[in-house]
């Protein structure tokens, strides 16, 4: 039986494993969080700031995720024009931004456009935070660097 207020899943592709918000408690004021690449946060308003959701793993259900954004041909092209609008919104949280700053540098790798994918890299490596995808940024511009040495 379910009993957690919500439940991460496996989603994987290609290149990537990780676990991920799937199955909410519907009876809890959830809200979903971003312009793109959004995640689940309960409304806190609603249930005090001290509410600590729980949360378990839930290791009967795998999503295979084709990273195709639901099929959206012109995927890129939309997430391009979120995050900038996200980045660009004087109302966008100092988080919501760092996070933007990072899906758009992915974005551009994405696109192949290896010149603003390291410009943006680098901005969400001065934004500091968290240490995992600061790192992983670094990683990506290295690749980004490889990729132009392979178009020479």
């Known amino acids: 039986s379910l009993t957690e207020d919500h439940y991460l899943t496996l ?4 290149h990537i494993k990780y676990w991920l918000t799937r199955l909410l408690k ?6 979903s969080v971003g312009v793109t ?3 689940w946060d309960i409304d806190r308003s609603k249930v005090g700031a001290n509410y600590n959701t729980r949360v378990a793993r839930l290791e009967t259900l795998v999503v295979n995720d084709p990273g195709d954004g639901g099929s959206k041909a ?5 997430d391009e024009r979120l995050l900038l609008q996200g980045i660009n919104d004087p109302e966008t949280t100092p988080d919501l931004h760092i996070r933007y700053l990072f899906y758009l540098a992915q974005t551009y790798f994405h ?3 290896f010149e603003n994918s390291i410009k943006w890299y680098k901005k969400r490596v001065e934004a500091g935070g968290w240490v995992e995808e600061v790192f992983y940024s670094l990683l990506r511009i290295g690749f980004c660097y490889e990729q132009l040495a392979n178009r020479s």
């Open 11 to 14: 989603q994987y592709d290609v």
């Open 111 to 113: 696109l192949s456009q």
């Open 37 to 39: 690449h959004e995640y």
């Open 74 to 78: 012109d995927k890129f092209e939309r």
């Open 26 to 31: 519907a009876s809890l004021p959830w809200k």
